[in-house]
């Protein structure tokens, strides 16, 4: 059965860290550009990150750039989010998913096949 599983999220503090993880089961990220987006209350998804298969490039969304990080550990078939100086505005459920589009500034899920159940982030102020 393929599936991404995402952990990590919970409720934080304005100006703190989360880190973020997906892992593919039956699925092999190291093939995929692999993505996050998010959903908050209300409004429609958005991209957040997406770091390339080959070269490992990465790409953010204009909102998260300078504060979040992406990364990929292919020995363990996993993808990392590191999101520091969190605001609430980043309240969301996020998720990740393959395989995602990078541009400047924006993270398109239009070929996006593949989805995990999701992970709750809550910031406070």
């Known amino acids: 059965q393929v599936q991404l599983v995402e952990s990590g999220g919970g409720l934080v503090q304005l100006g703190g860290s989360l880190r973020l993880s997906c892992t593919g089961s039956?699925?092999?990220?190291?093939?995929?550009?692999i993505g996050w987006f998010r959903q908050a209350p209300g409004k429609a998804r958005k991209g957040v990150s997406c770091i390339s298969s080959n070269d490992g490039r990465t790409y953010y969304g204009e909102s998260v750039k300078g504060r979040f990080t992406i990364s990929r550990e292919n020995a363990k078939n996993s993808v990392y989010l590191q999101m520091n100086s969190l605001k609430p505005e980043d309240t969301a459920v996020y998720y990740c998913?393959?395989?995602?589009?990078?541009?400047?500034?924006?993270?398109?899920?239009?070929?996006?096949?593949?989805w995990g159940q999701g992970t709750q982030v809550t910031v406070s102020s």
């Open positions: 039956g699925f092999t990220l190291d093939y995929y550009a």
């Open positions: 998913a393959a395989p995602c589009l990078g541009y400047s500034g924006y993270v398109a899920e239009e070929f996006a096949g593949y």
